[in-house]
């Protein structure tokens, strides 16, 4: 037989088979698709291989301390003294439904307990020696370096995921550079942490007549930022007492009805024009108060907060959210509350602004199925507490300031918890696992410490840079470390030591560099690490004078081992046991050994560490954590299925190539 006829009998062969190799009469393509419509379809096209739709979302919460968490579920409030909540109003807010899930009973940062420092541990998995922010600001190689703009040495969630061929969407995360092109075939969202801010300014003051045609109010952009640099909104007179607001052309409202009574607020939309490549400029939000108006003189005095302007380009999906005007706004103003420009009730009302944009974030990522892991920075929290955590005893406050500034601050920290509530309504906790950690707690303060103005005496060729609490100084040649040692073991503010130790669980220290590798700091961050005690700030200011008022009323940057300075952890959603209590493996190199755990407010043995976060998320996910990340704790999530990997790059692009065009 020849070669050409044995080849046409094994092709008739293999394409009418009339046996299996069992024996069996074998079914055709023909017979098996015969009585379903859908089968014949099934086998012409390819197969689209999706990741698994439960979907997660990260919230770092910035500031928020386990002990205003443990006594607002456990007696109503955030604060002693304040007003306790009813059992429902607790159990409707975001925290209790979240803490219904898991809950660990707090969560211990990295050192220096500072805000840069561990968000980047938080989404890395490793210590300050391996991602390489070490402080807000520090030195690196003789250079002074911004901790929240500087690059990350080790990879992150937002990084591990597209390597395995997941969705991300980051709002406002540090570490994250939006101008950055998201992966081949892998579609990432980024939205910047706050763009360009506009300085803040007084409050206005206008006069509407009752027969006249109105004013107008300015809204100003930040200084460098392209395209229009300001537009006009229109006010007048309404019904009912109200000022009714007219946006000009390429501006519009949003928040509700376009009438203000005073107290309330609106967020204005407009456009930055045009820029001279004919592309859209970014997008600008300002957030408009009325804080007063008086009918019968027609007096209205309102506040415009800065302007936040959104640098993400706007491609694909992100021209979705930018249409919907969902942009990060500047936190709260800090600099107008501290010149005495607004009183603590309006500044606790404008740290809300940037609240408020993520929850119509929420509402945006919770339609449809548009991603696979989302991380959400929400820094209120952080920036009210800074400004309205004050002490009795401090110089410039009496007794009913620090009681009104409290107060301010408890409702401040209710209105953000219920608007995590709003958050997880919009996400759908049944197909979605949320995750709410946060970086750090506070600690009132009241003395802030010029740590060059008390090394002058030993050198005046010394550098410092701090953080809060905490601080590094580099050493010139020939200045031993004992005699920088010796000058901060003296050192006694009204009566009280900075450094030495105050009470038992509660005092400063100061390391030398041999000593960092137990705390996972690289050996070249300083010569000299020092944490002052509770009741001290550290700053590096070029002035004479020792001592003077804090510019914050509480800081963070203290002993890891403070009970004040643990956040929290808490998750909810699909694979979660109600009523978990995660007892997690303490990963830290010193806290049992340097930090002189179980002494005092420092017992912590056994709480979650913040190495721990990326592994528990990356487990939530059901994606490999970033690499060399440390194990998160055991036992967290059930029943998490990994996502189904793609078989070839034509299923992953015939899935994602629609979203991606």
């Not at 707090?106 to 050192?111: E, Q, R």
């Not at 408020?356 to 339609?367: I, S, T, Y």
């Not at 009280?496 to 130790?501: G, L, Q, R, S």
């Not at 509660?506 to 020092?530: E, I, K, N, Q, W």
């Amino acid at each position: 037989m020849c070669k050409t006829t044995r080849a046409i009998i094994l092709f008739l062969a293999l394409a009418f088979p009339t046996q299996t190799t069992c024996g069996k009469p074998s079914v055709s393509r023909r017979s098996e698709t015969a009585g379903d419509p859908d089968a014949r379809l099934r086998l012409s096209r390819p197969r689209r291989v999706r990741p698994h739709q439960v979907r997660t979302v990260l919230i770092q919460l910035d500031g928020l301390g386990a002990p205003w968490l443990n006594r607002w579920l456990k007696e109503g409030r955030f604060l002693p003294g304040q007003r306790p909540a009813s059992r429902a109003r607790v159990a409707a807010g975001g925290l209790a439904r979240l803490a219904a899930g898991a809950r660990a009973t707090s969560l211990m940062p990295v050192d220096p307990a500072v805000t840069a420092s561990n968000l980047a541990t938080m989404v890395t998995g490793v210590y300050p020696a391996h991602h390489g922010i070490v402080s807000n600001r520090f030195y690196r190689r003789g250079k002074r370096v911004n901790g929240f703009s500087e690059l990350m040495a080790a990879e992150t969630l937002w990084q591990a995921a597209p390597r395995q061929g997941l969705r991300t969407v980051t709002w406002g995360v540090m570490g994250t550079f939006c101008d950055e092109p998201p992966p081949s075939l892998v579609r990432s969202v980024c939205y910047a942490t706050r763009g360009r801010v506009s300085a803040p300014r007084p409050a206005v003051d206008i006069t509407l007549r009752s027969d006249g045609p109105g004013a107008s109010l300015e809204l100003r952009a930040g200084r460098r930022t392209p395209g229009t640099p300001r537009t006009l909104l229109g006010v007048r007179r309404g019904a009912s007492g109200k000022i009714v607001l007219t946006p000009a052309t390429g501006a519009n409202l949003r928040g509700g009805a376009p009438s203000l009574a005073p107290g309330e607020w609106r967020d204005v939309l407009w456009s930055g024009g045009t820029l001279p490549d004919s592309t859209p400029a970014p997008r600008r939000l300002t957030r408009v108060f009325l804080r007063s108006f008086d009918p019968r003189t027609g007096r209205a005095r309102f506040y415009v907060s800065p302007t936040a302007t959104n640098l993400a380009r706007p491609v694909t999906f992100r021209r979705t959210l930018d249409r919907a005007g969902l942009i990060r706004p500047a936190l709260a103003d800090k600099r107008s509350f501290q010149k005495g420009r607004m009183d603590e009730t309006l500044f606790w009302r404008t740290g809300l602004a940037e609240v408020d944009a993520a929850v119509d974030l929420a509402a945006k990522l919770g339609k449809g199925d548009t991603f696979d892991l989302a991380i959400l920075y929400i820094g209120a929290v952080d920036s009210l507490g800074r400004q309205l955590f004050a002490q009795r005893g401090r110089p410039e406050l009496n007794n009913e300031e620090v009681v009104r500034f409290h107060t301010a601050l408890e409702r401040g920290l209710r209105e953000v918890d219920l608007r995590l509530a709003r958050i997880l309504d919009a996400l759908d906790l049944k197909r979605t696992r949320v995750v709410l950690a946060s970086n750090h707690g506070l600690a009132p303060v009241l003395h802030d410490v010029s740590l060059r103005a008390a090394l002058v005496s030993v050198d005046r060729r010394i550098r410092v840079i701090t953080a809060a609490g905490a601080g590094f100084i580099h050493l010139p040649p020939g200045v031993s470390p004992a005699a920088v040692e010796h000058r901060l073991a003296a050192l006694r503010v009204a009566g009280k030591p900075v450094f030495a130790k105050l009470a038992k669980g509660a005092r400063g220290r100061v390391v030398r560099a041999s000593a960092f590798a137990r705390m996972g700091l690289p050996a070249t961050a300083a010569d000299l690490f020092v944490q002052a005690a509770p009741g001290f700030s550290l700053s590096h200011r070029r002035t004479r004078t020792l001592t003077t008022w804090p510019y914050t009323m509480a800081a963070d940057g203290f002993r890891s081992d403070l009970a004040a300075m643990h956040g929290v952890f808490l998750a909810a959603g699909p694979g979660v046991q109600s009523g978990t209590s995660i007892q997690g493996r303490d990963q830290g190199r010193d806290q049992g050994r340097d930090q002189g755990q179980g002494q005092g407010q420092g017992q912590n043995l056994g709480h979650l560490h913040m190495t721990q976060v990326a592994a528990a998320v990356a487990a939530a996910v059901g994606m490999e954590p970033p690499k060399h990340a440390r194990p998160g704790p055991p036992g967290l999530w059930k029943r998490i299925q990994p996502p189904k990997q793609a078989a070839t790059a034509n299923a992953l692009a015939d899935y994602w190539g629609p979203m991606t065009r």
